[in-house]
């Protein structure tokens, strides 16, 4: 009977091999291939079984993840959606995440190198990992305020504090739900992203970083004025030609003045009455004499062409290389091929009221772990030199001037030195606009940088929105 | 002998010890890997850890004295085995109960210091694992009755459509369970006591000898048996495990491959039958066959969802695992009975379910040296029957995890979630520890019953061998091994 007793135990034996071998192909060489089965919801639950962070602005979370009964384990939520849309972006289990979900994912998901220990420490506790709660610069007052001007409009609001770079208020109009593409309803999450996604106003966009860029239109004569002065060439004191109209070097175009100013009473101005009246045949001579080169240097100071985080990605701006004098003298009025966010017009701003210094603009305030021990804290840096402080320093007053005596007066503030610049960047030819207005207050101690745009206005609209939208911005983080 | 005695009765000590430790590191797996799956939960003040920890550590404890009082010659590493794979099935049970709604813990661990207490009852009042063979008959009756059970109104239990458990005061119970032992005794008992017959009685014809009819009762009893448990209970699971165990005894005690190729024929032809008018088997079959098929996935009744999503599982665990506490068996349905395998694959990888494997390996492996060494036909039949039962039950619900056969529910023996499934096994453990006692204990030759000599003679070396050959044989057998049934024969 030993013997087969003995055969018994190598048929076991054989059945363990089997086994082990059955085993072996699920578990090594098919693995991979099961993990991304359709029907296997591992992969998707993975990112949905730990508690993500939450993302706060002023001590609300805007938004969670609140635990979920559906299958999920937890479902994030946006509670004031619309409002802050374009920051948070949304956490889709079909499309992905976007905004801050997406930029801070590591950090709100628990699996930042920084958070490398508390996972070791969960690993060996056997707790879930949770994500890291990830606060704002943001001031709710503020977004709220640019939230309401933008309402009805298609446009973009930024604010920002110019010393730290800390971004106050970011606002893109139209908004959505983010909570729609969040849903663990699969159909009503394509539903809701098609319509979305196909809707001629691009809601999805955040137009203050990642929008179409728009062209910035006068506000780039700043730029301008900061070349004059740095070139030497040009003073204070200095007169220029103000023709109504600019016949461009080899062309027929005529290039025109401002319509709805003063440009038409004088036939020369100093380059503070220009800015003032934002007169456009001055500061088109002033590029075609010193040159694109050195226009695009100083475009370059400013920030344009360069990449940035804040954390969220934003769209380079763009002034244009290889131009012909005509085309410089467009571009030098911010038309032609120039191109620029919202962003980096408040970036211009910042540099102007902080003595020429660009700070690096900022989202996040601070990375705080579930323990609540800090993984990040802001702390102002300084980007780039944009210019000298007596050049920042002069422009800023033209800047003042411009709301005292010039056409930016509907920003002006009761008891307030305010600087600023509108701009009216013509859409082709159809007479419809992108009106801006850009500037800080107060003006000798900056508290906040503004850049306004409102999409496709017609002139007169444009400016009765711009400048007294800038006004409600800095009322509302002076008088707070 | 006297000195070869003294040899016997010194050297295990030191190996005595080792399984006082194996057996204590057991038990303390189970604790380190509830701490591991979520040491919160336990520094919340939760106390379920430490009750399934006392239970487990206690019941060892009086397992591990009454081994040392009653068969201090057990091969050492049984106990440990079995306490490794009761704990890590006490922490996956715990641990789904922790996100899931299932909540068998509780009874769980109770049932495990009742298992551990019937093992200990076993051993304590089983003398000699031959007094079993007196029962052969009464086992039989009782194996009948147990399978009947669950078919009286009142007391029987219909679960899932399988028809198999019966329901006393709130609690639920799996006669089959116990049936397996009843008729692993039945079996062991009439084949050691009819064997000769059935090999040498009867015509031959063409290469091999037919057995009379009379002789051939027990297969058609056992067939009957299975395929009644099938059409009745509806439970391919136990049909299976009964038919195994009727073969691999049939076989252990024929040696004839023979019968192992007309049992298939039998569970061929069966198994078409079932496939064919059962509808159950029909399901079981179609979901394996065509598992990640859209229609049969989805399909609400009988589909293959559980299957797919315990595959799934297996593979989420890949070589490493997730860790305890970091899988997702909520996904799995019956993820801690049935699927038990798929959640563990999942949590503890390739290289933790290999090694669960290896102690199982381990642990059949004792049973059938247990087997080899015994002296007596009925014991060799009851340790090797056993161990086979549990190849066959391990074989049939890995082998269905992992779709090399239809899956059907069995219990993953002392790690699903079962009272009685636990209950069986520990006591099938005290079976082996108590035959492997006696397979290794020194004896005198005046110590054993004359009648049993006939018994102890293995038949295929007799029939193909020189008797001389044969004692030689098996003397170098158990020198080697350090047993004692040389001196007689």
Known sequence: MNKAIRRLWIASACVFVLLLGALTYIQFFESKTLMANQWNSRTLYDSYGSQRGSIVVGGTEIASSVPSNDGYDYQRVYSQPELYAGLTGYFSSIYGSSGLESAMNDELSGNGDEQFYDRIAQMFSGGKTTGATVELTIDPAIQQTAAELLDGHKGSIVAMNPKTGEILAMASSPSYDPNELSSHDNGAVIDAYSRLNSDPDNPLYNRAIAGNTYSPGSTFKIIDAVAALESGKYNADSVIDNPQELQLPNTTTKLPNYVNGQCSTRTQATIEWALAQSCNTPFAQIAMDLGQDKIAQTAKNFGYGEDLSIPLSVSPSVFPADMSQDQLALASIGQYDVKTTPLQVAMMSSAIANDGKQMKPNLVKSVKSRSLSSLYEFSPSELRTSTSADIASQVKDWMVNDVDNGIASGAAVNGVKVAGKTGTAEIGSTGSNNAWFTGFAPADDPQVAVAVVYEDVDAVTGASLTSPAGKALFEAVLNK | ?489
């Open chain 2, 1 to 489: 002998m006297a000195l070869s005695l003294r040899q016997k009765n010194d050297a295990p000590r030191s190996r005595y010890i080792v399984g006082f430790i194996l057996s204590a590191v057991a038990v303390a797996l189970c604790p380190i890997s509830m701490w591991l799956i979520d040491s919160e939960v336990i520094a919340g003040g939760d106390t379920r850890w430490l009750t399934a920890t006392l239970t487990l550590g206690i019941g060892a404890l009086v397992l591990y004295l009454v081994i040392q009082f009653k068969a201090r010659f057990a091969d050492p590493l049984i106990l440990p085995l079995v306490l490794a794979l009761n704990s890590i099935g006490l922490a996956m049970i715990y641990r789904i109960d922790l996100t899931t709604s299932a909540q068998a813990g509780a009874s769980q661990v109770m049932w495990t210091g009742v298992a551990m207490a019937a093992a200990a009852i076993v051993l304590l009042f089983l003398k000699d694992h031959r007094a079993l063979r007196r029962v052969t008959y009464i086992s039989l009756a009782v194996s009948l009755f147990l399978l009947l059970l669950p078919l009286i109104p009142g007391l029987g239990l219909e679960i899932n459509g399988a028809r198999i458990w019966i329901s006393i005061a709130g609690r639920t119970f799996q006669p089959g369970e116990i049936a397996k032992i009843t008729l692993a005794i039945f079996f062991a008992g009439y084949l050691s006591t009819h064997r000769d017959l059935i090999l040498l009685a009867g015509k031959r014809v063409g290469p091999f000898r037919l057995p009379r009819f009379k002789d051939l009762a027990p297969m058609f009893i056992a067939w009957l048996l299975s395929i009644g448990v099938l059409v009745f209970q509806r439970d391919l699971g136990s049909a299976i495990l009964f038919f195994g165990l009727f073969m691999a005894m049939i076989f252990l005690a024929t040696g004839q491959v023979t019968w192992l190729v007309l049992g298939f024929l039998f569970v061929a032809a069966g198994g078409f039958l079932a496939y064919n008018f059962i509808s159950h088997v029909y399901y079981r079959i179609s979901s394996w066959v065509h598992a990640f098929d859209p229609d049969v996935y989805n399909q609400v009744v009988g589909g293959s969802g559980q299957i797919v999503q315990g595959v799934f599982g297996l593979a989420s665990g890949g070589l490493f695992g997730r860790g305890w506490g970091n899988g997702r068996p909520d996904l799995v349905s019956y993820s801690n009975s049935d699927m038990i395998i798929a959640s563990l694959g999942e949590e503890l990888g390739l290289i933790g379910l290999g090694a669960l494997l290896m102690m199982y390996m381990l642990l059949v492996s004792r049973g059938f040296r247990a087997s080899l060494g015994v002296r007596d036909a009925f014991g060799k039949l009851l340790a090797a029957g056993l161990s086979a039962v549990m190849v066959v039950q391990l074989f049939v619900v890995i082998g269905g995890v992992t779709r090399l056969i239809p899956l059907t529910g069995l219990t993953t023996p002392f790690m699903s979630a079962g009272g009685s499934s636990l209950l069986a096994n520990w006591v099938i453990v005290a079976l082996l520890i108590a035959i492997s006692h006696s397979a290794r204990a020194p004896q005198l030759v005046d110590t054993f019953e004359p009648e049993e000599s006939s018994d102890t003679i293995d038949l295929d070396s007799y029939e193909n061998d020189g008797a001389t050959s044969v004692i030689s044989r098996i003397t170098d057998h158990n020198n080697a091994d350090h047993q004692g049934g040389a001196v007689r024969e």
